[in-house]
Each structure stands twice: as structure tokens, then as C-alpha cells.
């Protein structure tokens, strides 16, 4: 199971009184197995919604929970995908996959099968004994994927994952990205700030305009995926093409752009 | 910065601050403004450097003493490292130790190694105990803080990246601490070689056997001025090897972990 629960949940850095107020009365509920994205402007506080399911922060309103469990420390049943990939650079590729499964005291004949499944499935393997500055960013962010994927874990959380990479790279990565969610599906609440990025890769799209972070929309995706059969088509620029998907894309990018008018206005 | 200097150039740059220093000793110690027993000039020193190495002087020969003071300082640095580094890395990890150790050991290193004499030789002794607490006390200092800055500064993406895979605090420090912080120790190292080293002939105050402090303090005794300088040649000679060899494996490890350019 992995259900996310945000209730009521707000962010205060700094003194409660005059600190900033980076979240307020977020309420979001991600379903078992499904694929959920935040999708606002630099600063808006969705990278803190992701870090407070990981147990990296602490709201200071409100409860973050995972099946029903309120989240006090990170823990590898959410494993996290960093923007700047966070590898060990000390450790090659395999004993990079292989921490979190040693500190779940897995034994080590399961641990190699596991991490041999991981680096075939992420095409990996002839990388195994590489150290991450011999590999590519697009590379080194598979390996923290799989680093994260191989744990099984519940919550799989990204944090704008592809957004270090160039635009060809971080166009492959999403089409293995959307494979890996098909073939093997796990809770998935995923950061980003390109719209076209969630509206490809999440059920749901969760709209956040600048500070103070609130959910303004949240606009489903996956039924008109299904209707209109977008899976069908192997590459992201014919999905990109599809008037649902340019329909979708445009509504999300008014409705994050008519906020920010009003803030000027 | 400057244009890159070829190693060549460096060299040869070096070898011509040391030839200006030993030409400006000659001219002054052969200009007759100062008795030689003053200052001996180059050329006596060397002749008398070159004599200990075959004769011996105060019960051995210079590569005998050298021997003996090598040995002294390799237990107390191994001694420092072996606690220092753990120390300071725990320091760097748990905020209560630090907040304990950090006022007491910022006292206690401001007191110059040479400063315990007394207390050595009366708690270890004038025999191996009493000098290696001296030069361990002058190369304890920079392992801890050194570790300790390592621990420290270490990307904090890397901490969360293991606290997200369920890291244990004994396989952080281990895995993610202590090789994060391997540029720091060694240069810490590398410090703390040259303090303990230092300290040599403050240890040797103490000992009445053998050693490079020891030949010098009986130098002095027998106003050999030139027995005096060829000992700070050696220990001098021998610090820079020593410092040479640690850089070295410095490079080493940088290049092994990928992080030389």
C-alpha cells in the first residue's frame, strides 16, 4: 500500500509569527499506485510538499501520512529521486544500488538478483562497476532511479528529476520513466515545473502557483489518457501532438499564469 | 592567477630561493663579522653532517638517531590519527559530543606541545612512553579538527540521500562521512606530520638514549654548534620527505576516486 494523505498542511521557515510561509491549507490525497504531479512555478513550495512526505521536513500545520501514518523520519519505504541525483561518488554504480538494500538487512544472494534485475531493466549493467563522474547526467540519474526503484518501495518520490538534464536526454528519461511506471506501478508524486512534463507522465496534475503554496486545481489526466489511448503512441512528440494532450497543457499553463496576473494586478 | 608554472620551472625555482639562502649564510658566516661557533658556515655543517653519518656521536650515528626519533614519532602520529580522525568525525555527526569535547579541546591546543614535558616524563616515563605523549599532543590537534571540518562540510544531499535509504548512524559515519572527508584528513595528516615531527626535539628533552633531539641537546652540551645545525638539517631534510610522501598519497587517493581533474 502507499496512500499519501496531506491534511490541512502548512509550512512556516522560520518564526511562526514573521517567518515565510511557504505552504498553507494543502489537502491532496495520492491513491495507491498512482501517479501524482506537482506542477508550479520555482519557489512555490512543492519541492517542500515532497520533502515533508520523505521525512526530510516537518510541516508546522497539519499531517503528512502514508497509509495512515503520520511521517516523522525519511525512511526507505519512500524512496527519493533528487534533482542533483545525490549519488555516493565514492561508491561505483552496483554499491550505489546496493546501500538501501543492505540496510533493509536483505541477504546477499537476493541482493545481487535484485540489483542485476534493476541494472538490466534501466539498461545499467555493462555500467555496474563504474563510478558516477564516468557517467553522463542522464545516466547518473538512471542510477538514481534504480537506486530507488530496486527497495520496492511504497512511495517512489521524484523531485524534478529530469530538470538538471539537457532537453534530448530529459525526453528519453520520460519515456522510460512513463515504461517503468506501466510496467511496475508504485505511488508516485512527482515535482516539476514543466507542464508538458507532468501532463505526459501523471494521472493527475496538481496545480501550485507562487507563494504562499496552496493547491489551486487539481486536474485529472489519466481518464483522458485512457480515452484517447495516448500509451499507444511510443514517442512524447506524438503525444505532444494529440489535441487532448495541447488541450490539457494549455488549460494547466492558463490556470498557473492567470494567478500570477492577479498578483501583479 | 598566474600563468601555470611547469613543474620543471617550480623545481628550479626552489632550488634557487634554497641556493640564495645557503650563498647569503656562506657570505655571512665566512665575512668574519660572527665567530664561527656563532654560526657555523655551510661548508661546516655539511662536513660534520657528512662525519655523523659514519661516526658516531652521542652513542650512534646520525641515520641511528634518525632511526630511533623516526620510531618515536611513527608511534605517537599512528597513535594521534587513530584516535583524532574517529573523534572528529564523531564530533562532526553527533551535536552533543561536540558540544561537550569542543570547549575543553580548544583549551588544551593552545598549549604547545613542549608544555607537557614534565608531565610526560612523569606519567610515561623517559623510556618510549613520555615521548610519544609529546608528539602525539602536537599531532592529535589537527587530526580531530580536520576530521571534524570534513564531517562537517559534507554535501548535505549526500546525508538526506542516506537517510532516505535508511542509513544507520555507524554506516554513515563510515561510508559517507569518513570518505567525504578523506581531503580534509589527509591534509590534516599532513599538518599533523609536521607538528609531531616538530616536536621531536621537545620530546627529546627527555630521553637519554638516542634520537636527533637528543644528539642535538648533546651537541649543545659540548658547544658543537655544527653538531647542533646538521640535526636541523636532518629533521629538516626529513620533514619534507615526510610531507612529499604524504602529498603523494593525497594525489593517490584523489586520483583513485576520480576527483583529479
Avoid at chain 1, 502507499?2 to 518564526?15: A, E, L, S
Avoid at chain 1, 512526505?53 to 508546522?60: E, F, I, K, R, S
Avoid at chain 2, 554506516?171 to 562521512?177: G, K, M
Wanted: proline content about 5%; aromatic content about 8%.
Amino acid at each position: 500500500m502507499g496512500v499519501i494523505q496531506f491534511q490541512d498542511v502548512g509550512k512556516i521557515f522560520g518564526p511562526k509569527t514573521s517567518g515565510f510561509k511557504a505552504l498553507q491549507d494543502i489537502n491532496l490525497e495520492i491513491r495507491d499506485k498512482e501517479f501524482v504531479a506537482i506542477v508550479g512555478p520555482s519557489g512555490c513550495g512543492k519541492t517542500t510538499c515532497l520533502r515533508m512526505v520523505a521525512g526530510l521536513d516537518n510541516p508546522t500545520a497539519g499531517v503528512v501520512s502514508v497509509d495512515g501514518t503520520p511521517i516523522k523520519r525519511p525512511g526507505p519505504d519512500r524512496a527519493v529521486v533528487f534533482q542533483q541525483f545525490a549519488l555516493f561518488p565514492w561508491k561505483t554504480v552496483y554499491d550505489n544500488i546496493d546501500v538501501g538494500l543492505r540496510n533493509l538487512n536483505v541477504a546477499r544472494r537476493e541482493r545481487e538478483a535484485r540489483i542485476a534485475d534493476i541494472l538490466n531493466l534501466m539498461n545499467l549493467t555493462q555500467y555496474a562497476g563504474h563510478f558516477p563522474h564516468q557517467l553522463s547526467g542522464g545516466m547518473q540519474q538512471r542510477v538514481a532511479i534504480a537506486r530507488a526503484y530496486v527497495l520496492d518501495p511504497d512511495v517512489l518520490l521524484m523531485d524534478e528529476p529530469f530538470g538538471a538534464l539537457d532537453a534530448q536526454t530529459r525526453v528519453v528519461m520520460q519515456e522510460e520513466l512513463v515504461r517503468l511506471a506501466r510496467k511496475n506501478p508504485r505511488t508516485v508524486l512527482f515535482i516539476t515545473h514543466a507542464v508538458e512534463e507532468a501532463v505526459y507522465l501523471a494521472d493527475r496534475v496538481a496545480i501550485m502557483p507562487r507563494a504562499p503554496g496552496r493547491i489551486k486545481e487539481v486536474r485529472d489526466i489519466a481518464a483522458i489518457r485512457n480515452a484517447e489511448n495516448w500509451d499507444s503512441h511510443e514517442k512524447i512528440e506524438d503525444v505532444m501532438d494529440l489535441e487532448s494532450f495541447v488541450h490539457l497543457r494549455t488549460h494547466i499553463w492558463r490556470s498557473l499564469r492567470e494567478e500570477k496576473a492577479a498578483q501583479h494586478a | 592567477m598566474n600563468k601555470q608554472i611547469s613543474l620543471a620551472h617550480s623545481v628550479g625555482l626552489g632550488f634557487l630561493g634554497l641556493a640564495c639562502f645557503i650563498g647569503l649564510w656562506h657570505g655571512l658566516a665566512t665575512s668574519g663579522l660572527v665567530p664561527a661557533v656563532f654560526l657555523p658556515s655551510p661548508v661546516d655543517v655539511y662536513d660534520r653532517f657528512s662525519t655523523l653519518l659514519e661516526r658516531r656521536f652521542a652513542g650512534a650515528t646520525l641515520p641511528g638517531h634518525l632511526a630511533a626519533s623516526f620510531q618515536r614519532f611513527a608511534y605517537g602520529f599512528v597513535l594521534a590519527a587513530l584516535i583524532g580522525i574517529p573523534l572528529g568525525l564523531l564530533m562532526g555527526w553527533y551535536q552533543v559530543l561536540d558540544e561537550i569535547v569542543s570547549p575543553l579541546f580548544d583549551a588544551l591546543r593552545f598549549v604547545a606541545p613542549i608544555a607537557w614535558v614534565p608531565f610526560a616524563a612523569l606519567w610515561f616515563g623517559t623510556g618510549i612512553g613520555g615521548p610519544i605523549m609529546i608528539i602525539f599532543a602536537g599531532a592529535f590537534p589537527p587530526c580531530v579538527i580536520n576530521a571534524y571540518r570534513g564531517a562537517k562540510f559534507v554535501d548535505p544531499r549526500l546525508i538526506e540521500a542516506a537517510n532516505m535509504l535508511g542509513t544507520p548512524s555507524h554506516r554513515v559515519i563510515r561510508e559517507v562521512l569518513l570518505p567525504s572527508s578523506v581531503p580534509s584528513i589527509i591534509s590534516g595528516l599532513r599538518v599533523s606530520a609536521g607538528l609531531g615531527w616538530q616536536s621531536l626535539v621537545g620530546a627529546e628533552l627527555i630521553v637519554a638514549s638516542a634520537g636527533v633531539g637528543y644528539m642535538m641537546v648533546q651537541g649543545q652540551a659540548n658547544v658543537s654548534t655544527t653538531t647542533v645545525m646538521a640535526g636541523m638539517v636532518a629533521i629538516g631534510l626529513v620533514g619534507l620527505a615526510l610531507d612529499s610522501a604524504l602529498r603523494l598519497i593525497e594525489r593517490i587517493i584523489q586520483r583513485r576516486r576520480g576527483l583529479d581533474q
